[in-house]
């Protein structure tokens, strides 16, 4: 087969491995071209003339990157192709879509977002019910861990369609977030006989569960719960107890292949390094009266895993310098001029020290609004409300403006920022998927220069532990993808 782009070594390796497989999973970690080996199957298996057609499922904005950059860096010139990206309520591209429907040799590409499939019966799910009847079709899902709960509509629907695909494959360099039970559902979708069990028993395969008896399962059940709970046992450092993983591993051994960046050479290091901070003297005090409540609210068995959230929210909202309130955003700054905020000053010293480019990331939007109006002109924002995104991505990726300033959510899937190499994290939420997706928007396949990931840290408060959590929720995701 000759590519468009040379592939490497271990590109072509696991191209050569999957190409032919009815299901398969490319587990690479983010920036290590997991794309070009699912378009090199795509174009083998065309070629072959076993498919004559391509759908793409991926988060909002990914899907768009698949038609815009991934399609054409890897199609043959030769090959004659038609893209529809889907795009509810666009006329001309849900025109295009309707295009892929007309007879013709050319191979059919379509892109949807994920999102679109989250409603049972949506117009999104209808029409790729129809797309996967009509053609012999390469199904794939990118950000595979999207679909890791088996409750969720977009799974349940993506599950059944996914019967009707003649070829699966699932993409994601994070399979595991927080739990070993993601993997369910993701390999379930490539085969329900990789596992050939059901949920339940799949937890109880996996980890020491609660049992019925214990006190904190009673507690739930007594407040109306209508099924026991599902619940691990943890230690006494509050870690998840799992169990038979070298079984799980050669269970889903045959049907994924794991890349990890620190096993290959020739991609720069990534560096960790914190700017610790004291609060101010009337913030540290709302913050300790804070925990003291708080404290007294966790302690009790009784409080919901919702409200303890909620009362870590709080804390960071203090932190970040605002009032605690139950929402995320229209927050009331507990500083007159944001540059009184200590935690913004620490975030001007990492700046100061810094020569070129970076990425500001915050876990709130009155966190991006307020250092929006600090850098003025010399930022571009990227999140919920952003409009024209792709051209304020321009001029951040040309260079004319020093700094991003974005939410993990919006911003830390399926871009490319290989002209910087600071990460700033002004605020951590607690998904280790938004925080590994993020740092890889740098660290990946391009970048030739160390890319640093800078946490701004109050010193002894949630901070610390925030960081904590996520490090350990890697540590989960390492340990059980060890093949």
Known sequence: MLFKRTPRDYQLEDFERSKDMKEFALLYHMGLGKSKVTNDTAIHLYSKGKIDAVAIIAPNGIHTKWAKEDFPNDMPDEMDYRVGVWKSGNQQSMTDCENLFKPGPQLRLLCMNIEALSRKGSSAELFLKRFLNATDCLLVIDESDTIKNPAAKRTETLSKLGDKAKYKRILTGTPINNSVFDLYAQFNFLDTDIFGQSFTSFKH???????????????????????????????????????????????????????????????????????????????????????????????????????????????????????????????????????????????????????????????????????????????????????????????????????????????????????????????????????????????????????????????????????????????????????
């Open 205 to 483: 395969t996996y980890a020491n569960i609660l049992p019925p008896t214990h006190p904190t399962v009673l507690a739930i059940m007594a407040k109306g719960a209508r099924w026991v709970p599902t619940l691990v046992e943890k230690d006494k450092e509050g870690k998840p107890l799992w169990k038979n993983l070298d079984k799980l591993q050669d269970v889903i051994r045959p049907y994924c292949i794991v890349r990890k960046k620190e096993d290959h050479s020739d991609l720069p290091d990534k560096i960790y390094e914190s700017i610790y901070y004291e609060l101010d003297k009337k913030q540290r005090k709302i913050y300790n009266d804070l925990v003291k409540n708080a404290k007294a609210e966790l302690e009790d068995d009784s409080v919901t895993v919702l409200h303890k959230l909620t009362l870590l929210l709080r804390l960071q909202q203090v932190l970040a310098g605002f009032l605690p309130g139950d929402t995320t955003e229209g927050l009331i700054p507990l500083f007159k001029d944001p540059k009184d905020n200590p935690r913004i000053q620490a975030l001007m010293t990492a700046l100061e020290n810094h020569v070129g480019q970076a990425i500001i990331w915050c876990r709130f939007t009155d966190e991006i609004r307020m250092i929006e109006k600090i850098l003025g002109a010399d930022c571009v924002t990227y999140y919920g409300e952003t409009l024209k995104r792709e051209d304020k991505m321009a001029l951040y990726k040309e260079g004319k403006v020093r700094y991003l300033v974005s939410n993990t959510a919006t911003g830390g899937v399926g871009l490319n920022l290989t002209n910087s190499h600071l990460a700033i994290y002004y605020s951590n939420d607690f998904s280790y998927r938004n925080r590994a997706q993020s740092e890889d928007r740098q660290h990946r396949i391009g970048q030739t220069e160390s890319v640093v990931c800078l946490d701004i840290v109050a010193e002894d408060t949630i901070d610390e532990k925030i960081i904590k959590i996520l490090r350990d929720k890697k540590d989960i995701s390492v340990q059980t993808m060890r093949l």
